[in-house]
Each structure stands twice: as C-alpha cells, then as structure tokens.
C-alpha cells in the first residue's frame, strides 16, 4: 500500500525571504513542501483579509501549514478559512497574553507607531542594527535573510504583530519554541515543544533539528 504524500506549506518571519527554509529538508517520499512569500499588504487591509489572501496560495486539501516568528501568527489567521491537516508554528506566540510586555506596552501607548521602518527599510548593511542581543557575526545572517522592506509593509506587519487580538490558541496546534528565543522569551509561552539553545531564528541555524522531528511532529495524530 502505497502512503499518501503530505503537502507541507512554510510561511516564513517577519520581512523574511523563503529562503530561511532553504536548509529544511523533509523525506521526499512522504512530503512535499512549498513556500508562500510575503505578499504587499493594502493599505487598511485588516489580518483576516490578507490572511485570506494569502490562502490563495494553498493548493492542497488537508495540508500542513508551518509560520515562523509573524508568520505564524499569520498562519493561525490562515487556518480560519482552511481545512488543515496540521497548524504548526515556530518561534511565535498562539495569543496576545504570550506577547512580551515590551509589545503590550507599545501598544498600550501607540509607541509602534514611531518606529522607523523608513529608515530601517532603507538600510543596505544590516550590521549597523547588530547591537545589544544581535551580535554582529549574525548580522550577515540577518542581512540575507531579511529581504522585504517595503515601508508599507512593515508598518502593517508591526502593527499586526503588536496589536493582535487573538485571546485562545487554534484547537491542536502544535507550538514549536527556543529555550533562548529573546523576540518571545519561552518565560511567556505555554504549552509548547521546547528546543534546547534554540533562538529566534533556529529554523535557519538548527535546521537539523527540525529535519530530524519534523517528520515525527506531523505523523503523530494525523488521523
């Protein structure tokens, strides 16, 4: 009996390229993947609508939907019109109570706002932002990955981001999280599956680990 093929579709993080999946590598056999890019939001297009949108990209019935970072978030938007075989996300959060309080009180008072995506969008060599917890041997890493800087954007990204209102968690999604994750410490994250050492961006820098435990994360329960 031959086993059925499982379509694993990959949303990457915030103003990410694809290519942060370019190291997954799932048995061919037993999955295909694909990757869906970030599409320009319009302006005042709400999350719901551009999550529909980006549903568009979806060809398979009872796919696997995995986001990184925002792009999960955008994935469990994306599931409310989608009939999954599995919702995973990696390095992300499931509700607004998860969001760090640095988020919560940026959107409390509107400080989002003044971020300075037009300056940021413009910025050739990532390495002038490595400081603090970005060390600046990663910053080539950032600089690479990180591709999409349409100003329009990232302001709706930010806001989406900050301001999401979602209060419970998708029935069985599966939360994949890094020990050592500064963006969402794992101290405000329930109920998830916990990666040793891993940060913000180990679906780029642990990518053995999840070739090894993806497989496994999708088979169990899948029926």
């Avoid at 919702?87 to 409390?108: G, N």
């Avoid at 913000?200 to 680990?209: E, Q, T």
Wanted: net charge positive.
């Amino acid at each position: 009996m031959s086993q059925e093929v499982t379509h694993v579709y990959f949303v990457p993080g915030m103003a990410a390229d694809v290519s942060i999946f370019e190291h997954i590598r799932l048995p061919e056999a037993h999955f295909k993947t694909y990757t869906i890019p970030w599409k320009i939001p319009n302006k005042e297009e709400s999350i719901a609508e551009y999550a529909q949108r980006m549903c568009e990209e979806i060809r398979h019935e009872n796919a696997v939907l995995l986001g990184v970072s925002f792009g999960g978030v955008i994935v469990q938007e994306m599931s409310k019109y989608l009939q999954l075989k599995k919702l995973i996300i990696v390095s992300s959060v499931k509700s607004k109570d998860e969001l760090p309080k640095r988020m919560k009180i940026a959107r409390k008072t509107g400080l989002y706002k003044l971020l300075p995506t037009a300056v940021v969008s413009k910025i050739d060599n990532w390495e002038k932002l490595a400081f603090g917890d970005f060390a600046k041997k990663r910053a080539t890493m950032y600089q690479r990955y990180l591709s999409v800087n349409d100003k329009g954007y990232l302001d709706w990204a930010i806001k989406n981001m900050v301001c999401w209102e979602q209060e419970e968690a998708p029935e069985n999604l599966i939360h994949i999280h890094g020990d050592k994750d500064i963006v969402f410490p794992i101290a405000n994250i329930k109920n998830c599956i916990t990666v040793d050492q891993g940060t913000h961006v180990m679906i780029v820098n642990r990518a053995r680990w999840f070739n090894k435990h993806l497989p496994e994360i999708i088979r169990d329960n899948l029926h």
